[in-house]
């Protein structure tokens, strides 16, 4: 089974407030990424945050980790309807999961003019 | 700089048909990999390369799919003979280095198996 499961498995908002998803996973990790699928299209990345940091900030985007609870949150502020798309947790690098490479099975966010 | 190429886009085909996929990872990208996207998931890592050298293929279906990456560049994935449930978007990405590094993906092969 995939390492990453993202909760809720969907999410409708109206444009202006923050989006927050939540990832949870089984096993150690060295890093835990965060990507976006627009419909249709190709995964783009968004930020990767190292299992020794907590927290990390890009733009319009936070996310958290905390190994004690093997799980991480992305919020993003100020949401837009260009924001509308899947959001995918992945992780990686943890020695007892093989090095293996697991995304999780999204958020669906949908953004409301 | 330009992104990760993909071929063909799209592709239907029969059951016990089979097929091959083209990408083009960045210039100077060490790794590459290729997933397995079916609706409404994530996608799942088949194969991964490190140059042209295979680091992880566990969840590739040996007996029907293979995948190989000469002189380090290009690859191909191959399915042969195909099955219904193989119908999915196949991605390629490709990274600077190993899965410490953001991967870029490619549009996807959306694949149809009738």
């Known amino acids: 089974s995939q390492q990453g499961e993202e909760d809720p498995q969907a999410l409708s908002i109206q444009e202006g407030e923050n989006a927050t998803m939540n990832c949870s996973y089984k096993?150690?990790?060295?890093?835990l990424q965060w990507y976006r699928q627009n419909s249709g299209r190709g995964l783009v990345h968004l930020i990767l945050?190292?299992?020794?940091?907590r927290e990390k900030h890009s733009g319009r985007l936070r996310v958290t980790l905390d190994t004690s609870k093997k799980s991480s949150s992305l919020l993003i502020t100020a949401s837009r309807a260009a924001d509308t798309a899947s959001y995918f947790c992945a992780t990686g690098g943890g020695l007892n999961t093989g090095n293996q490479f697991y995304f999780g099975t999204g958020t669906s966010l949908t953004v409301i003019p | 700089e330009a992104g990760v190429a993909q071929s063909p886009r799209y592709k239907i085909i029969e059951k016990r048909q089979s097929v091959a996929f083209w990408c083009n990872p960045i210039?100077?990208?060490?790794?590459l990999y290729w997933y397995q996207q079916i609706l409404g998931q994530g996608p799942k890592l088949l194969i991964q390369f490190q140059n042209n050298g295979v680091v992880d293929d566990s969840q590739l279906p040996k007996d029907r799919f293979s995948a190989e990456r000469l002189k380090g560049v290009d690859s191909t994935l191959k399915i042969q003979p195909a099955k219904l449930e193989d119908s999915a978007v196949y991605l390629c990405?490709?990274?600077?280095?190993?899965?410490?590094?953001?991967?870029?993906f490619g549009p996807g092969t959306r694949l149809t198996v009738t």
């Open positions: 945050i190292r299992s020794n940091e």
């Open positions: 210039s100077g990208h060490a790794t």
């Open positions: 096993t150690s990790i060295n890093n």
């Open positions: 990405a490709s990274s600077f280095g190993g899965r410490t590094y953001e991967q870029y």
